[in-house]
């Protein structure tokens, strides 16, 4: 017999339960390939994928902050294998703290999520560091013009594990600038470190030690006289135990501790003010999964943990703001899904909150039902109370300065209720058809009221101004999985609005991240064996604002100077000029002096070169004043080279 060589297709092997998982109500997963692929502002990013989703927002091009069904960035819980992330973002904001060659899963739940998920009002990403090639070691370098990054993973006697870094590379550019354009920071890098570890203890028990660590640092001149300079970042360590006691029991342990820091230093004419803000959280998690038999299966756990909040400023060495805040926090649920028969499945559950920091105890009722006339057809429901023990004080436009606060006696959490109705459909092999509708209610919201003059001395509850709101929306995603050109297509319209007493007059205002319509399409072509492309498409209602309109003039009887206060329109009730952009990337793959695979990819940022406009300026001293524009990114073209080895 003469043996004959045959070239097949890719096979792709992919669990029933995480298959599963990804059609949940509220629930999409972005596939890492897909995060490399779409064309990004410098380099690949995991929250610029999630943002293109349909009900996920965009501050701006400067911002990867997540404002997801009406929430801000705070409503979204951030999970590094299994640890909380507090400021998940490098550049000031520009991108995100995950480096995409180290990632293996990200899963978003976008609401109406299960009682083993809670913390927040909205939404939880849940995101997995690699596990390692258990087969051959491999690994990826990739140079960029912000950042280079390289990714080594592989096989050991006991298990497998992953190293991945990544750094800016962007310092000679900003080295040619400086002394040309006076908005060049002095200094300026930043780092990430990305590593697991898993060790097989026997067949049925695996132990894996997870570890994150990065930081910015800057430095920047705003004058002979002023001089400032940034650190910030994360640390994250989780170290998990899983565990198959039997083909029907499965439980898990684990460990977490989160740090986050940032320490801004000002120097005005040789005088200082320097802020030092940490939070140091540290946790214990447990669950265990019992299916019953083919109708019923039981979830439960616990997550227990203590976090330490500091803040400390200094003015010209003296202390002006000490506050340390310290709590304890504890969480169990219970959930059962139950399945009578093949079309119908109910998960219903309870999740119950412990919070020290004002001895506050919140159950949380959870309940999803889904029928399944059809293999093509899924219809679902979801109805769950969340409760939030946080806020987070930060500024879109830089998010280097995030400070956390939590509730204290008088500062009872914030809570809401979320509803939500959808339908997927799989019209055929490769199609996928999802549409949903949510409403989610807002009540006790807390944050710092913009009109306390000086925080030293106040009572913290005094601190706070205390609102409520809400959102909805519908949303559609159609989508092809298959073939030379696949893709997507996501729509969103939606309608979010707070209210805070003794503000705007208490009437309901929209946030600044309302948008009515938000499109976005995504769309992959293979030109060839060697090229493919992928080509993006963002439209968005233009941002609300208040508008200024212009400055009066009054005579202060007490004072030689007259006052001149800024005129201001309605809350929030004008308009941005519609937000619309459009990227491409070409990719051409092959190899490198047969060492490895490699991929050559060229992005163009901004195609047509829309003018989208950031934010108005005033010049107040013309009457009226003068309103001129200061617009987002133009045509930016990027080049990035990576080599698998």
């Known amino acids: 017999m003469t043996p004959a060589d045959f070239m097949l297709e890719e096979v792709v092997v992919q669990a029933d339960q995480e298959r599963e998982e990804a059609r949940n109500i509220g629930t999409a997963r972005i596939s890492t390939q897909l995060i490399k692929d779409i064309p990004a502002v410098l380099q690949a990013d995991v929250f610029r994928s999630v943002q293109l989703l349909p009900g996920v927002k965009a501050a ?3 911002s990867s902050g997540l404002y997801i069904r009406g929430g801000g960035p705070d409503q979204t819980l951030i999970l590094l294998d299994r640890t909380t992330v507090y400021n998940p973002s490098h550049f000031f904001g520009f991108f995100s703290t995950f480096n995409p060659d180290a990632i293996k899963d990200v899963q978003l739940f976008k609401g109406g999520y299960p009682a083993e998920f809670g913390g927040r009002l909205g939404s939880v990403l849940n995101i997995y560091n690699k596990d390692g090639n258990r087969n051959e070691i491999n690994g990826v370098v990739s140079l960029g013009m912000l950042s280079s990054r390289a990714m080594i993973e592989g096989p050991y006697q006991r298990g497998s594990y992953m190293l991945a870094i990544r750094r800016s590379t962007i310092e000679p550019l900003l080295a040619a600038l400086r002394g040309r354009v006076d908005t060049v920071p002095d200094g300026f890098y930043f780092y990430d470190i990305n590593g697991k570890i898993n060790a097989d203890l026997n067949a049925d028990n695996k132990i894996s030690l997870a570890f994150y660590g990065g930081q910015d640092n800057v430095d920047f001149p705003f004058g002979d006289d002023l001089e400032f300079n940034l650190v910030y970042g994360n640390r994250t360590l989780s170290s998990t135990w899983t565990s198959i006691r039997s083909d029907r029991l499965f439980t898990s342990l684990t460990a977490t501790a989160s740090q986050y820091f940032n320490t801004p ?9 320097t802020r030092d803000n940490y939070i140091w959280d540290y946790s214990l998690k447990s669950d265990a999964e019992w299916i019953l038999n083919s109708t019923h299966a039981v979830k439960a756990g616990f997550w227990l943990g203590n976090m330490r909040l500091e803040l400390n400023d200094t003015f010209d060495g003296r202390p002006s703001l000490q506050s340390l805040l310290e709590t304890r926090y504890i969480t169990t649920f219970i959930q059962h899904t139950y399945k009578p028969a093949r079309t119908i499945s109910a998960t219903y559950g309870l999740r119950t909150n412990y919070f020290s920091k004002g001895d506050f105890l919140r159950a949380e009722p959870r309940f999803q039902l889904e029928y399944t006339p059809d293999p093509s057809l899924r219809l679902q429901l979801a109805y769950g109370r969340y409760y939030q023990f946080l806020t987070l004080i930060t500024n879109e436009a830089f998010s280097g300065f ?3 606060l939590t509730t204290d006696r008088d500062v009872p959490p914030a809570w809401g209720d979320q509803f939500v109705a959808g339908a ?9 058809i999802e549409a949903e509708v949510y409403y989610r209610t807002m009540q006790d919201l807390f944050e710092l009221d913009p009109r306390a003059a000086d925080a030293t001395g106040t009572e913290y509850a005094a601190l706070f101004r205390f609102g409520r709101g809400y959102a909805y929306g519908f949303e559609l995603l159609l989508e092809k999985t298959t073939g030379r050109l696949n893709g997507f297509i996501g729509y969103n319209w939606s309608l979010t609005r707070r209210q805070f007493d003794g503000f705007n007059a208490n009437r309901f205002y929209p946030p600044k991240y309302d948008r009515t319509h938000d499109i976005n399409l995504v769309v992959n072509y293979r030109l060839s064996p060697r090229w493919k492309s992928t080509l ?8 609300a604002y208040t508008r200024v309109l212009g400055r009066a003039e009054v005579e202060n009887p007490f004072s030689t100077t007259p006052e001149q206060p800024v005129l201001v329109g309605k809350v929030n009730a004008s308009r941005l000029p519609a937000y619309h952009r459009a990227d491409i990337s070409f990719t051409r793959e092959g190899t490198f002096f047969g060492l490895g695979k490699s991929a050559l990819q060229l992005q163009i940022i901004n195609i047509y070169s829309r003018r989208n406009i950031w934010f108005y300026q005033f010049d107040l001293e013309e009457n009226p004043a003068v309103q001129s524009e200061v617009p987002l990114l133009p045509i930016l073209p990027t080049v990035s080279y990576t080599l698998y080895l």
Do not use: C, I, L, M
């Open 402 to 404: 995030d400070v956390w």
């Open 265 to 273: 230093r000002f120097s005005f004419g040789g005088t200082e003010f």
């Open 424 to 432: 997927k459909v799989y019209p055929a092999q490769g199609y996928n």
């Open 536 to 543: 993006v498409f963002s439209y968005a209602t233009g941002q």
């Open 60 to 62: 701006s091009d400067f």
